[in-house]
């Protein structure tokens, strides 16, 4: 069993991105977050590995930045969403 707490930076509350995270193992789907907004707060995901033998994690953009976020952010790093998969463990 895998297991993670995943989440966004706290520095960078002002991003403008919601985010996905995902586990694969053999390419295949196996676990997937609820959708993380900037400033919410972490949670855990979990996944039964049985016999995979390779593991992705994976995070990505539920959409895209629009011109107008991208004018609005007070530095050009402010709309980018940063993951963090925190307290990993193989069970």
């Known amino acids: 069993?895998?297991?993670?707490?995943?989440?966004?930076?706290?520095?960078f509350k002002g991003?403008?991105?919601?985010?996905?995270?995902?586990?694969?193992?053999?390419?295949?789907?196996?676990?997937?977050?609820?959708?993380i907004k900037p400033s919410a707060p972490a949670m855990e995901i979990s996944a039964e590995l049985g016999?995979?033998?390779?593991?992705?994690?994976?995070?990505?953009?539920?959409?895209n930045p629009s011109r107008r976020d991208l004018k609005s952010a007070k530095t050009h790093l402010d709309w980018v969403s940063h993951g963090v998969w925190a307290e990993p463990q193989l069970i």
């Open 51 to 63: 016999k995979t033998r390779w593991l992705k994690l994976s995070m990505r953009y539920v959409r």
């Open 15 to 35: 991003s403008v991105s919601s985010v996905e995270f995902s586990v694969f193992g053999d390419g295949k789907v196996l676990a997937r977050s609820k959708v």
């Open 1 to 11: 069993k895998f297991t993670a707490r995943v989440g966004l930076h706290p520095r």
